[in-house]
Nanobody, 111 residues
Framework: QVHLVEPGGGSVQAGGSLTLSCAVS????????LGWYRQAPAKQRECIAT???????NYADSVKGQFTISRDNAKNAVYLQMNSLKPDDTAVYYC?????WGQGTQVTVSS
């Protein structure tokens, strides 16, 4: 049974924007804090944004003001809007609803 599915990665030039989406099973969506993580090559996976069931958000300093996490309660989906992308944002991005993980989606930002 698949709990979190993340289409929507891809390649973009520096300065561009991309939106990631994650379809979440209802039991996870209504129970857990939802988050986006990323893992760059040779680096540890880091939490970059979270959103509570009530819609409160929190961001890592590295993406604050650049990325926006949101949720659609009608669609059981969580999104990550990424603006002003930089090559350092290149990573595999994961959706999380602890202890459940999506399969990850590659985002590549070229200079």
């Amino acid at each position: 049974q698949v709990h979190l599915v993340e289409p929507g990665g891809g390649s973009v030039q520096a300065g561009g924007s991309l939106t990631l989406s994650c379809a979440v099973s209802e039991d996870i969506f209504t129970t857990y804090l939802l988050g986006w993580y990323r893992q760059a090559p040779a680096k540890q996976r880091e939490c970059i944004a979270t959103i509570t069931t009530g819609g409160s958000t929190n961001y890592a300093d590295s993406v604050k003001g650049q990325f926006t996490i949101s949720r659609d309660n009608a669609k059981n989906a969580v999104y990550l809007q990424m603006n002003s992308l930089k090559p350092d944002d290149t990573a595999v991005y994961y959706c999380n609803g602890s202890p459940n993980w999506g399969q990850g989606t590659q985002v590549t930002v070229s200079s």
